[in-house]
């Protein structure tokens, strides 16, 4: 199933077979002084103008804004509704570029998964993320 070459990992999955999971079902979307500045450059804005249009603080995290989505409720401020696709794809934050940190993917998983159960190649499980504070 390599589906794509990374380097020397052979990639398990297949981005434009997905729904965009991993920008969908997190709330949060950390980004860095760096994330921002490369925002910036992109949009052709000041880091501060970036700042303010594209990120919030969360807690003590800095994170990109989301925006109504049709599938989940919320997604990427960047994500595009009909493609599913990223819209700043050369842009996009660092932990973006870095995900998933393996050769499999467990969202990709789970739609092939879903979709040889169901016998439906267009089938779409919706899922969301939740995280229980353990203390």
Do not use: W
Request: charged fraction near 30%; proline fraction near 4%.
């Amino acid at each position: 199933m390599g589906v794509a070459n990374s380097g020397s990992k052979t990639l398990e999955y297949d981005c434009d077979k997905c729904i965009a999971y991993c920008c969908s079902i997190y709330d949060r979307v950390q980004v860095t002084p760096r994330d921002v500045r490369r925002l910036a450059s992109h949009f052709r804005v000041s880091p501060e103008v970036a700042t303010a249009k594209f990120t919030k603080v969360f807690g003590k995290e800095r994170i990109l804004r989301r925006k109504t989505d049709r599938l989940f409720g919320q997604a990427c401020t960047f994500l595009d509704q009909d493609t599913r696709k990223c819209t700043i794809y050369d842009a996009r934050p660092q932990v973006c570029h870095e995900f998933p940190a393996a050769s499999r993917c467990a969202y990709y998983d789970l739609i092939e998964f879903e979709r040889d159960q169901q016998d439906d190649p267009d089938v779409l499980p919706l899922v969301r993320i939740t995280f229980k504070n353990g203390k």
